[in-house]
């Protein structure tokens, strides 16, 4: 029912406009409205376009909007309305469907679409449409800068957008029917646009200065008027038919005439002069058929030759995704008189505007003012005009703006940029291989063009050309290009064509390249190589630089008291370039004046006495109490004297993680990070060397896929392909690269090919390369078998010189003979050792060897070799291999993880611990993907604390006996009691940390509540508490975010009060640059969670409960709101309390004493506290003795379990 209003809304609209009467159409007074309701109406389609179809469906454009345009231009508001609707309706169907749809019903609409599109093209191959676009354009561009509207800008972009749909409407090749020499649609199309002279505005955009800002568009227009022609062919229009061509046309002439006379002949020979009477059948001796009997055959004994094994067979049908991309760009002679304008406007467009032009959409591309994919019309400009030049009248003026170095780095990088992209992209991988072509052709007409300037009679332009190659070839990156592009060629997404010009233009770079080093004696070139660099954690600053004894900082003490002395009496010290302390440090400030006292050593121990000093000062300024870095009037002599109690005294070190890893087992992975690093060099360029780069499987493969169609290639394509073949087998003498059978079938093929002589260049190379293999046959008869695979160089060399050759060149290095005494004592050894657990075979084996020295892996090849093993696999290493985790070993490893997640040493236990032994890394790989912990660092070895900085003795006591005395009794204690003290001193640190934190943070609540922050505070109370129920219930623990929603809590989030608390709770802040919020983690247990969330309510419950027990309105209280008020305060008491129970805040005495009032207060044996989240409640004093008062914060669910006075 829409639908049909719609189509009769559309047909009242459509009546609306007006009428046409013979040659004259009428317009309607509602006729301006009506376009506008058109375009209204556009705006407003579905998916499938259907206003659009409608429209063309009732040919709206052909039979009103044309006549309308044609007629009525003096209507100004009319005459750009319907404008405005013909850019709408012209639109490309790409762009209205966003490309060629996949499903069917949307593909319909799609060619519907297109088909009305064409319609309108035919509509617009008129002079008369185009004359009023023309008349009009030309007044607006008479008009001055100054004196243009913005609406006359806007009217000469839709023309331009105008002509530019018209133009881009595909041709229908089935519809048409066109041969070369006649006019087809597009022809009649732009030869009315030569009779309106539209053509001489478009040059005049190109040309001008002050219309820069059409120089896209004009660039647009003019590549879709060129899209069908060929510059070679437009050039050499008129004056007269070339040699070569005529040569060309020849050959093909011959190639066809002879193999029309072979079929004649093979016909002749199948007609005998008398019909056989005998059309029996014959047994095929030496072929065997499906059985073991010799096939039988039906036919004739002239189709014998002809028989296949495939004849009657079903053809394998191809995957759609597997199939070999289209062709899509195909090139058609036009009309005469439409080549002779075309070539004109070539001529004219190269001469004037050529170099403006490219110029600013160059400008336009680099400031990126340009839309997506814009570059793609420059490289199609730069090939195409840049042909046309080279094969017309060869003049590089013309096209200076374009042939330069930087041209050719430009049409690199986006070459190579399409390139990666085809990769990765994989569903837009076409559109990225188009682009690739279109670069790749500009890329090889700068290269004709370069090779064009070298025979040119200037020597100016000469001398352009050597300079030009010298910076081409000299950088590595152009010369790689080509490689890359051959070992990533890939049919399904890169048509024949793209192949084709990749052939031809590495044989041009290839000839240019070696003619230049032919030149040159000697030709140095740039060379890249990448260097991975392993870099290892920062250690501690100088864990090499500690002495080893007294008499060293004895010998280095008298040279730094000469440098302190000189140091201490310059007033122009500066304190401000040092830091004493590290701000990104987890670590409090206050906490880092051991670590600061180290760096002041270090620096006396690298012999850095200036810097020692003015570090010293710094800490004493950060840190003065306790006179630890020296009083703040100490003198300079005191000062060295400190420093040189600093120098010799034992100060703790913390140790590295790399450290702590030396001691474990050598299978254990260090953690490391690997940087590139890219090493410029420069070296002498061999031209063979880098012939060699192309001997590869994978770029013959693509040239023999090219010589397929030798019959449609043209002759250039041919000896491009039979070059580069002949330069691999002759030059690099890699015949046997090419022994492949399907090359050897193409032979086979040419060689019956009745045209045969048109290709003697082929033909000639065939029989030199089946020449060469039955040589090599002769000597090795494996070279039959070689024919079925692709090789590369090192099995090239097998066949050619032995399939011992490549052992033979490091018969240095090969290892001893097994005797048959050493093989059978490997085999006892083996035997012997194989069942004992707890031990590795070969570590056995290699330990019990009498005879000479064998690796590990000679061992094992050799274990393999004698059948007493199956695999290398089995004698892998254990503990460092293991890559998956059962379930169960999941849970062990979460289990030890919470058993020693409070621990200083957490992945060294879990190590000791586990059962399947794995490497450090994969221990902290699968915790960080259990989400235990958040980040490596969590997993570091805790540095136990000894003695406080603060407690140094500052009197005549000498630093040496800082933390002496603890290391020497932790030395002399045995070793189990101090493994039981550690471990009781490590659950008191953790109880004293967690009831510490919950009593500062009750503290800090309080102070966060009197500021406001009581909303906040219940809703990080909520998430705690939902954090440590979903805990509860999974039974595992993961980060949880918070994430704030509302507005007050989000600026909450970023108090630095309020995450200064979060801080003391226990909550994470967010990882720098891989996470956005804070972060519950996941080592807190529920119990924990809980305790501390039931202690950011105490504040507020407290002056709950105080504000409960003042009077309102003193004076006017009777008994019973005397009785409402104590049974409030009751209630209130209770609820505190049995927070603090379910918390574990609350101590037996307390327990205790109210024990009593809860029994008075709740007869019951259970109640239940059910109340929605993030919300207060607003009850009156009379609801109060219910279950808690008002202004109590409600959480979700509560359960208070109290035992009778009778229990």
């Not at 105490?1098 to 008994?1119: D, H, R, S, T, Y």
Request: aromatic letters at 8%.
């Amino acid at each position: 029912a829409v639908s049909y209003m719609m189509n009769c809304e559309l047909l009242a609209t459509c009546s609306a406009l007006g009428y046409l009467e013979g040659d004259t159409y009428h317009k309607e007074p509602d006729c301006l409205e009506s376009v506008k309701d058109l375009i209204r109406y556009l705006r407003h389609e579905d998916e499938t376009r259907d206003v659009r179809q409608q429209l063309g469906a009732a040919q709206i454009l052909q039979s009103d909007l044309l006549p309308i345009l044609t007629q009525h231009r003096q209507d100004k508001p009319l005459f750009d309305a319907v404008i405005r609707l013909m850019v709408n309706l012209t639109q490309p169907a790409l762009l209205c469907f966003g490309g060629v749809p996949k499903e069917p019903n949307f593909r319909h609409h799609f060619l519907q679409v297109l088909m009305y599109l064409q319609a309108y093209k035919e509509a617009f191959a008129s002079e008369k449409a185009f004359g009023v676009l023309s008349e009009t354009l030309y007044e607006l561009l008479q008009m001055g800068w100054e004196e243009r509207q913005e609406e006359d800008n806007l009217l000469i972009e839709r023309i331009l957008l105008l002509v530019r749909n018209i133009l881009h409407v595909p041709a229908d090749l089935h519809q048409e029917k066109r041969i070369d020499d006649d006019a087809s649609v597009h022809d009649r199309l732009l030869w009315a646009i030569h009779l309106s002279g539209l053509d001489d505005l478009l040059l005049f955009l190109a040309s001008s200065p002050a219309e820069q800002q059409w120089s896209l568009h004009v660039l647009e227009i003019i590549s879709l008027m060129f899209r069908d022609q060929n510059p070679e062919q437009l050039a050499g229009l008129g004056q007269g038919r070339l040699t070569q061509e005529r040569r060309a046309d020849m050959a093909e002439l011959e190639a066809l005439r002879q193999r029309e006379m072979a079929e004649k002949k093979t016909r002749a020979f199948q007609r005998g002069n008398r019909h056989s009477r005998f059309g029996g059948s014959y047994i095929v001796q030496g072929l065997k058929s499906i059985g073991e009997r010799d096939l039988i055959f039906h036919k004739g004994l002239h189709n014998l030759q002809n028989y296949s094994s495939d004849l009657g067979k079903q053809p394998r049908r191809v995957p759609k995704r597997r199939q070999a991309a289209q062709e899509l760009t195909v090139q058609r002679r036009s009309a005469l008189n439409v080549r002779l304008f075309l070539r004109d406007f070539c001529s004219e467009f190269l001469e004037n505007c050529y170099n403006r032009l490219m110029g600013s959409v160059k400008d336009q591309l680099l400031r990126e003012k340009a839309q997506q994919h814009d570059e793609t019309y420059y490289m199609w400009a730069l090939a195409f005009f840049m042909a046309f030049n080279r094969a017309a009248s060869f003049r590089p003026g013309l096209v200076s703006e374009t042939l330069s170095v930087r041209t050719f780095h430009f049409i690199e990088q986006n070459l190579t940029n399409y390139y990666e992209m085809m990769l990765t992209d994989r569903k837009e991988a076409a559109s990225w291989a188009r682009r690739m072509h279109l670069a790749l052709k500009a890329y090889q007409e700068l290269l004709a063009t370069v090779n064009e300037m070298d025979v040119s009679p200037d020597e100016a332009v000469r001398e352009s050309s050597r300079i030009i190659k010298n910076n081409i070839f000299y950088v590595m990156e152009y010369r790689e290009l080509f490689l890359a592009l051959f070992r990533k060629f890939d049919e399904r997404y890169q048509p024949r064509s793209f192949l084709r010009d990749l052939v031809e233009t590495t044989h041009l770079f290839l000839k240019m390249l070696e003619r230049f080093c032919r030149s040159r004696g000697n030709l140095m070139v740039q060379n890249k190589r990448k260097k991975r660099k392993k870099k290892r954690k920062a250690q501690s600053v100088a864990s090499g630089n500690v002495p080893c004894s007294p008499g060293e900082l004895e010998a280095v003490w008298p040279s730094l008291a000469e440098q302190l002395q000189s140091c201490a009496q310059d007033p122009e010290l500066s304190l401000d370039s040092v830091v004493p302390f590290d701000a990104a440090s987890e670590v409090p400030v206050e906490e880092q004046r051991a670590e600061a006292m180290v760096r002041i050593q270090d620096c006396l121990l690298a012999g850095q006495a200036p810097q020692a000093l003015t570090l010293l000062r710094s800490a004493r300024e950060v840190w003065p109490e306790g006179d630890v870095f020296g009083s703040q009037d100490i003198s300079p002599e005191e000062e060295i004297e400190l420093l040189k109690q600093i120098l010799w005294a034992p100060l703790p070190r913390q140790q590295g993680p790399e450290d702590q890893g030396v001691e474990e087992e050598d299978e254990e992975e260090e953690e490391e990070e690997e940087l590139q690093v890219v090493q410029v060099s420069e070296k002498e360029f061999n031209f063979l060397d880098y012939l060699k780069r192309f001997a590869n499987s994978t770029v013959v493969r693509a040239y023999v896929l090219l010589l397929r169609s030798y019959q449609q290639n043209s002759a250039h394509t041919n000896h491009c392909v039979v070059k580069m073949l002949h330069r691999l087998a002759h030059d690099l003498k890699m015949e046997a690269l090419l022994f492949q059978l399907s090359l050897f079938c193409l032979f086979n093929r040419l060689f019956s090919d009745p045209a045969s002589g048109v290709y003697k260049e082929l033909v000639t190379f065939a029989k030199y390369l089946l020449s060469k293999f039955f040589a090599l046959a002769a000597v090795n008869q494996k070279a039959f078998v070689e024919l079925l695979f692709w090789k590369n160089t090192a099995v090239v060399r097998e066949m050619t010189e032995g399939y011992s050759s490549l052992d033979g060149g490091s018969s240095g290095r090969r290892p001893p003979v097994w005797s048959p005494e050493e093989e059978a004592q490997l085999q006892e050894l083996y035997l012997a050792h194989k069942d004992v657990e707890g031990q590795d075979v070969v570590d056995a084996i290699l330990a019990h060897l009498k005879t000479a020295s064998r690796t590990r892996k000679q061992v094992i090849h050799h274990l393999v070799r004698l059948g007493l093993a199956d695999s290398v696999k089995e004698f892998q290493r254990k503990g460092t291999q293991i890559v998956l985790w059962t379930e169960d070993q999941e849970l062990e490893l979460q289990r030890l993880f919470e058993e020693f997640q409070d621990s200083d040493d957490v992945l060294g236990n879990i190590m000791k611990n586990i059962t399947a032994k794995r490497s450090r890394a994969r221990i902290t790989d699968k915790l960080l993907a259990l989400g235990l912990v958040a980040e490596r660092r969590e997993l570091y070895k805790k540095r136990r604390k000894k003695l406080a900085p603060s407690s140094l003795p500052h009197e005549e006591e000498p630093l040496r006996d800082f933390d002496r005395d603890g290391l020497e009794e932790e030395k002399n204690m045995p070793e189990e009691e101090s493994e039981e003290d550690e471990g009781k001193e490590e659950g008191s640190e953790a109880e004293q940390v967690r009831g510490g934190s919950v009593l500062s943070a009750q503290n800090f609540g309080q102070s966060l509540h009197r500021e406001g922050f009581s909303a906040p505070l219940l809703w990080l109370q909520n998430c705690l508490i939902r954090a440590a129920d979903d805990r509860e219930e999974a039974g595992c623990s993961q980060a949880v975010p918070l994430v704030p929603l509302t507005e007050e809590n989000e600026e909450a989030m970023e108090s630095g009060q309020f995450q200064q608390l979060l801080r003391k709770l226990g909550v994470r802040p967010p990882a720098s640059g891989q996470e956005t919020f804070w972060r519950i983690p996941a080592k807190l247990t529920p119990t924990h969670l809980r305790r501390v969330a039931a202690s950011l309510s105490q504040a507020e419950e407290e002056e709950e409960l105080q504000l409960g027990l003042e009077p309102k309105v003193p004076g006017e209280q009777g008994a019973e709101g005397e009785h409402q008020k104590e049974h409030r305060a009751q209630a209130l008491s209770a609820l505190l309390l049995a927070r603090k129970k379910k918390a574990g805040l609350v101590s037996p005495e307390e327990e205790g004493t109210d024990g009593k009032e809860q029994l008075t207060l709740a007869p019951k044996k259970r109640q239940l506290l059910d109340s929605d989240e993030e919300q207060e409640a607003d009850e009156g004093a009379s609801k109060a003795p219910e279950l808690g008062a008002s202004g109590i914060p409600k959480k979700k669910r509560f359960q208070i379990e109290e035992d009778d006075e009778s229990e």
